[in-house]
């Protein structure tokens, strides 16, 4: 699971551009799995959020920041949705896509309510230099155009004990990732201790992704 610390976010985008770095994400066309929306203080509209601000320095007064990527819902909408039953949850909790089983159908991404899968409309473009080797057959190996792709938790490096790229990019500590299950970890003494919320909670998908303040 997952929980994000709203007061420490500050909008740098730092967790966007390791996050692209780390899952092979086509740089032409762009794609991004984290969204960093810029909201006016007292306010949680999605819809009306800045997606694309372009200042020169953040955070901006009276704003703050909310990234958004996928939930990993344990009530999935996506993965009801898919005809041939190319995603699923891994044992572990995470919403798995297998790119050869996609047929590009998007009924997938048409499904989730957090606007979390993207489709490949064009090829492709890794930067040259900067392709991440130590890939997952169900992660960040590139994929072909055609296909729909999303966040999974970094799972090629959590599941060897890592943290996801966003957060070990994370310059004010706002990210806090580990094991629901384990009584003794951090994310558990979070949801146990902080008043915790949930996008779109009346949907019932049962996301695994929680967000609070100080």
């Not at 601000?53 to 920041?65: D, L, N, S």
């Not at 959590?158 to 299950?181: D, K, M, Y």
């Not at 979070?190 to 949907?203: A, N, Q, Y």
Request: aromatic residues 10%.
């Amino acid at each position: 699971g997952y929980a994000l610390n709203i007061s420490k976010c500050k909008g740098y985008r730092e967790c966007v551009r390791a996050c692209i770095e780390e899952n092979n994400l086509s740089r032409d066309p762009e794609l991004s799995y984290i969204r960093v929306l810029e909201m006016e203080n007292g306010t949680l509209d999605l819809e009306r959020s800045d997606h694309y601000y372009e200042h020169e320095t953040v955070p901006q007064a009276g704003k703050f920041y909310l990234p958004i990527s996928c939930m990993q819902c344990d009530n999935a909408p996506c993965v009801k949705a898919c005809p041939v039953k190319a995603t699923w949850a891994e044992p572990d909790g995470v919403v798995v896509i297998d790119y050869d089983w996609c047929i590009g159908c998007r009924a997938c991404q048409a499904a989730c309510p957090y606007g979390a899968r993207h489709f490949n409309w064009g090829t492709p473009t890794l930067a040259p230099n900067g392709i991440q080797t130590d890939t997952h057959v169900l992660g960040n190996r590139p994929r072909p155009r055609g296909v729909v792709e999303k966040c999974t938790f970094c799972l090629h490096r959590t599941r060897e004990g890592r943290l996801p790229a966003c957060h070990e990019a994370c310059p004010t500590g706002a990210r806090v990732f580990g094991n629901l299950l384990d009584p003794t970890s951090e994310i558990r003494w979070v949801l146990e201790h902080k008043t915790v919320f949930r996008l779109k909670e009346g949907l019932r998908t049962e996301p695994k992704f929680w967000y609070y303040t100080d």
